[in-house]
């Protein structure tokens, strides 16, 4: 064999490498699939589970499916032993009816031991006897019927149920939920996209249609370039020095949102000059030789024809911030808020700080709430993510 | 672009628009202001109370003891351990991964492949904590005898899954930008795809592959919620994997969801720990962006 069939060509056992190589490319790949997959499904498995429960009052009956809360919650207080008159006044009054049903979170359950999809009545008190996963569970099923006690009762509870929406943080993993939580995000998030999308949009415009070169054009990239590397815990300790201590505004949502504004400012600018990049020289040109303005250009030309895509960027830099635990924890996120935030100046929780608090607590069902709240959050994601997708390819347009 | 170097307009109109844009993209560089300036005052407090040399050379890091030792060297050493266990999962991975997604992959399944990415990309830190926390770790512990339950090990495999998206789009961006008459080139030479992938396009993307790992170390470093969660928060000067320490980051979250009286010295002592952690970061992009243009291969 001449030397250059031993360097390239003609040689077999290249050939096998060559295959081998390309094969093994795909494996990183298949491996970020097979986790994602587990952590996923590894979620959906915690998020349900078998669990043998004690009603502190009452002998914890299940309800049909199909009734009212109003009327469970009139039938349960009936079975707890109070009078037709007791329980009308209780559950006219909107003050106690709204006490009652913070303390007694009335569930579907997917099967009790008085058959499928029933509703029950959890108090706070109530105590947990047992709690198994769910193949564990479901395989004693019919023993742990067999040996339940006078007040206790089976259920196949799934955590993540409407009542878990909507409740406020408990003590007790069994009556936690994470409304406060959502209320919370919704704020926060409302108010940041409030100061970032201005700030950011404005800065990309300004980059691409007015400085694109020049020293203020480099002064604001190298600045943004640096900024996007800063850790977000990092921009939280600047929230916690200068809004929460130096403005004096405390632990409360303005305060949160001025942060993760900050921290969204960056993500929005590079998303918004992707989307005006992409609208072509030529229109500029073409209005520019109608004696349109700078502005005129920028505004009536450039804008309108990149704001798909700037939307675009726009939600998917909300999804970033949505999952922004860090900075959070830093201005004020970390509190019990037993009620819903009603103004700026609220205390407020989010949804993945909650989840960081569920999971550092000791009782083993937190991960289950944990798991609940996290379904929560990557469902929001991923509506999010799809409308960004949708918007993207409905209103790609090809120049 | 000629018309875009044309005199500045003096229509009111057209200096006012100007102007705001400027104020508006001024808050990006006010932050920047912000954050070095409120450390800073921060960290000056600090050392009026503990001298420098304390801060870089002792061993312990005990803010909360009746005799505080504030020496930052155990949070350097967790943050260490956890980030050389993330890249060692995520530089393999990330490097062959970009290596595919550059050579390898066409058309629709390259957008997929990057759509996956930004997929993976976009779940919160939070949700992988507590998968490492509960679902990594009793694995390992069932491999590896003495592991505790707080480790920097699973925290370190996990932060290696979530900045190995990083590490693919970056270098697989550099080694894109590889000319294809390059390759041409090697091809018509004989050469073999993987070794104009190996020998060719990854030597010509150097630059650009070393600078992505850099990225990648930062973005690690500063990772916060996997870390607090899964790798626990008991700052000691270790090297082994198994143990539960602290990073920077696990500290600033513990030291701030917990008590800590405004004008304490452990108040202070956050933002010296967070001053740290952001020069760390900062020199670390610095770092990746000196890289890129002092050693990028120019092709024209």
Redesign the interface.
Known sequence: MSS?QQ???VDPW??R??RA??R??????L???A??A??LG??LY?SVSVQVLKADEGPGKTYAFGLSANEILRQELLARGYTEEEVQSALGDPRERRVLLMQNRVELMWNTHEGPFRYVVTGLRDERIADFSLLEGLRRWQELKANLKEGERLVLNPWLDQSFLTRVPSRSPLTAGIGTAIWGTVWVLGLALLIAI??GI??A???EE?V?EGR?NR??EV?????A??????????G???FV??MGLGPTILPAAMTLA?LG??VI?VTAREALRAVP?SLR?AA?ALGA???QV??RVVFPAALPGMVTGVI?SA??L?????PL??VGA?AYVPFLPNSPLSEYTVI?VQ??LW??MNLPEF?RV??AG?LV??LV?SVL?FLALYLRNRFRREW | MEILREKPSRNPKEVLTFAALVLLASVTLLTTAGIVLSLFGEVLQFFRRVPLAEFLLARDWTPLFAEPRYGISPLIAGTFLVTAIGLVVAIPLGLALAVYIAEYARGEAKARIKGTLELFEGIPTVVFGFFALLTVTPLLQKVIPGLNIFNALSAGLVLGFVILPYVANVAADAMESVPRSIREAAYALGARPYEVALRVVFPAALSGIVAAIILAASRAIGETMLVSIAAGQRPILTLDPRETIATMTSYIVQAATGDQPVGSTAYYALFAVGFTLFLLTLLFNILAQWVVERYRERYE
Request: aromatic content about 10%; hydrophobic content about 60%; cysteine-free.
């Open positions: 250059w360097t390239f060509g290249k050939d490498v060559d190589f390309a093994a490319l795909v494996l990183p790949l491996l970020a699939l986790l994602l587990w952590l590894d979620t915690r201005p700030v404005g800065t415009i300004l980059l007015y694109r203020l002064i604001l600045n943004l370039r640096n900024l590397g800063v850790p977000s815990i990092v921009y939280g300790l600047l916690l020095a200068l201590r130096g900050l400012i960056p600018v020289e040109l520019f303005t700078r502005r920028a505004f998917l999804a970033r949505i999952g922004e635990a860090a924890l830093l970390a993945p989840i960081y999971v550092g991960a944990a798991a996290i959050m990557l994601l993510y």
